[in-house]
C-alpha cells in the first residue's frame, strides 16, 4: 500500500464521512489490499478478498463517492481487518 492508499484509507474512516472522496481512489484501494473485482451487470462491482464479498454500485454521472459509498466502504474494509 503506498501513501495515497494510506490518504485514501484515512479519509473513508474519518468523521465526518466524507462526501468528496473519488469512487476511483476506493477502488485502486480495494485493489491494492488484494481484493479481486467482479464486474456486473451496468455499475455494480464487487470486491472479494478471503471469502469477504463487498458490493458496490459505482457513482455516476459524478465521479465522487457518495457518503453511503464511504460507508459501506468502511464496513468493507473494516471486515477485512484493514483500518487506518
Not at 455494480?44 to 453511503?68: I, M, S, T
Request: hydrophobic residues 40%; charged residues 25%.
Amino acid at each position: 500500500m503506498n501513501s495515497k492508499h494510506r490518504k485514501t484509507l484515512a479519509a473513508i474512516f474519518a468523521n465526518p464521512v466524507s462526501g468528496g472522496l473519488a469512487w476511483d481512489a476506493i477502488e485502486r484501494l480495494f485493489l491494492a489490499v488484494g481484493c479481486d473485482a467482479v464486474e456486473g451487470d451496468g455499475s455494480r462491482v464487487r470486491f472479494v478478498k478471503n471469502g469477504v464479498v463487498g458490493a458496490f454500485h459505482r457513482p455516476h454521472p459524478a465521479k465522487e463517492a457518495k457518503r453511503y459509498q464511504v460507508r459501506d466502504a468502511r464496513e468493507f474494509l473494516s471486515k477485512l481487518g484493514i483500518e487506518p
